[in-house]
C-alpha cells in the first residue's frame, strides 16, 4: 500500500512510503548539497524497522521537527492507522 | 493574574506558519486542528502539531491547541497526542456542561497515564443553545476562560454577521457567564487584517465590555490590540494609588482600606490590580 504524509508547500516535506524489493531511500530537496545527508540519516534511523519499502522524500526546505513529523505520520499510516 | 489580550490562531498543518510562532509576543498561540485544517490532513497535522509543541520556541506564549469538536471522530485522538504537550485546550461548539466534562474525562485519562497536571479548557461558544447554557458551562472547574465564535453563531441565529444587531448582547452573556466564575471572557476575532484603527477602535471597545482579550489571525495585529488594552495613565495613576492604600491598611493591620476619606471595596482593588496587570506594571 503507498501512503503519503505532508506537502510540497514551502517550510514543508512530503513523504511517500510504499512496498519494494528492498529497502530504498530517495531525496529530493532544494538544499540537498547542504542537506542531504543530514535528511537521510534522519530517515534511516526512522525507518530502521522497516524492511522492502520505498521511502521517497520531497523536501521543500522542512526542518527537523517537520521531517520527523511528517516521517512519524506516513509510517504509522503505512502500519494501518487511519483517521 | 494571567495576560490573555491575544490569542493568535495559526494553522496547524503548515509548518511554515508554525515555526515562528514565537516571534509575534502573542499572549497566546493556538495551534489549530479545527477549522484551518482539511479533512484529510487531520491526521497529519496532530502529529506535526505533537512536534511543533515540543521543538518550536513558543516565546512568552501560552501553547493552546484548539482541538476538533466533540461532534467529530477526531478530538479523541487529537486530545492523546497533543494533550502531554500543550497547557490549554480550546474545544470548539461547546452546547453544555456535559460536553465539557466529557473532554475533561478523558484529559484525565491521558494525564494520568502520563503524569502531568491537569490542563485548563477554554470552551468556544458557537451556537445558540451554547450561549443560552454559558452560565452552566463556565462553572465547570476546567473552564478558565470562555470564548465565542461570531460566524457560526450568527449563523446558527440566521442572520448576516456583518449587519447583526444581536451582537453586543451576545459578548455581555460572555461576560457575564465568565466572570460570575471569576473566569477570563475573551472575544472573537477581527478579521480584516489591513485595518488597523478598526482592529484598536475593537480590541479597545472588546476590553470596555469587559473582555479579557480577543482573538488574532495575523502577527500583525497582536502589538495593536495589546495597545489597545493597555490602560491610560489616567487608570494607571488611580489603580496605583489603590494599592498602595491597600498595602498600607494591610501594613497598619486595618479591616477597612480608605483613599481621600473614601472606603474601597475589595472588587475596586482587584480591578486595580487587573489595571497594573495590564499595563504590565506592578
Known amino acids: ?83 | 493574574m494571567k495576560l490573555r489580550r491575544t490569542r493568535l490562531y495559526v494553522p496547524g498543518n503548515n509548518p511554515h506558519l508554525i515555526e515562528n510562532v514565537g516571534l509575534y509576543d502573542a499572549d497566546v498561540v493556538i495551534l489549530d486542528l479545527e477549522d484551518s485544517v482539511p479533512i484529510p490532513q487531520k491526521f497529519d497535522a496532530r502529529i506535526l502539531v505533537k512536534y511543533a509543541l515540543q521543538h518550536v520556541e513558543f516565546g512568552k506564549s501560552e501553547k493552546w491547541v484548539r482541538i476538533n469538536g466533540i461532534d467529530t471522530p477526531y478530538w479523541k485522538r487529537d486530545l492523546e497526542e497533543v494533550l502531554p504537550f500543550c497547557e490549554v485546550v480550546n474545544l470548539p461548539k461547546v452546547e453544555i456542561y456535559d460536553d465539557v466534562e466529557k473532554v475533561a474525562k478523558h484529559m484525565e485519562k491521558i494525564e494520568k497515564k502520563w503524569r502531568i497536571e491537569e490542563r485548563g479548557i477554554v470552551p468556544i461558544i458557537e451556537t445558540v443553545k451554547g450561549l443560552i447554557n454559558a452560565r452552566d458551562i463556565a462553572k465547570h472547574s476546567r473552564v478558565i476562560a470562555l470564548a465565542w465564535g461570531g460566524e457560526d453563531l450568527t449563523a446558527d441565529i440566521g442572520i448576516p454577521r456583518k449587519k447583526a444587531l444581536i451582537l453586543d448582547h451576545v459578548r455581555a452573556e460572555i461576560v457575564f457567564a465568565a466572570k460570575a466564575w471569576d473566569k477570563q471572557a475573551l472575544d472573537t476575532v477581527y478579521s480584516d487584517i489591513r485595518d488597523m484603527d478598526g482592529l484598536f477602535e475593537y480590541a479597545q471597545r472588546a476590553r470596555y465590555m469587559g473582555f479579557d482579550g480577543i482573538g488574532v489571525i495575523h502577527p500583525n495585529q497582536v502589538e495593536t490590540v495589546h495597545r489597545a488594552f493597555r490602560p491610560t495613565e489616567d487608570e494607571i495613576q488611580k489603580a496605583r494609588e489603590i494599592i498602595e492604600a491597600a498595602r498600607e491598611a494591610e501594613k497598619k493591620g486595618k479591616g477597612v482600606i480608605s483613599l481621600n476619606g473614601r472606603m474601597i471595596d475589595k472588587p475596586v482593588v482587584e480591578r486595580a490590580r487587573k489595571i497594573l496587570a495590564f499595563a504590565e506594571v506592578d
Not at chain 1, 501512503?3 to 514543508?12: L, P, S
Not at chain 1, 530502521?48 to 516521517?71: C, F, P, Q, T, Y
Open chain 1, 1 to 83: 500500500m503507498r501512503v503519503q504524509a505532508g506537502t510540497e508547500e514551502k517550510g514543508d516535506v512530503l513523504v511517500v512510503i510504499e512496498p519494494a524489493k528492498k529497502k530504498e531511500i530517495v531525496i529530493k530537496s532544494k538544499v540537498q548539497v547542504m542537506y542531504g545527508e543530514a535528511i537521510k540519516n534522519t530517515v534511516k534511523e526512522m525507518t530502521k524497522n522497516l524492511k522492502k519499502v520505498k521511502v521517497e522524500i520531497s523536501d521543500k526546505g522542512a526542518l527537523e521537527w517537520v521531517l520527523r513529523a511528517r516521517m512519524e505520520a506516513a509510517m504509522r499510516k503505512y502500519r494501518g492507522e487511519k483517521e
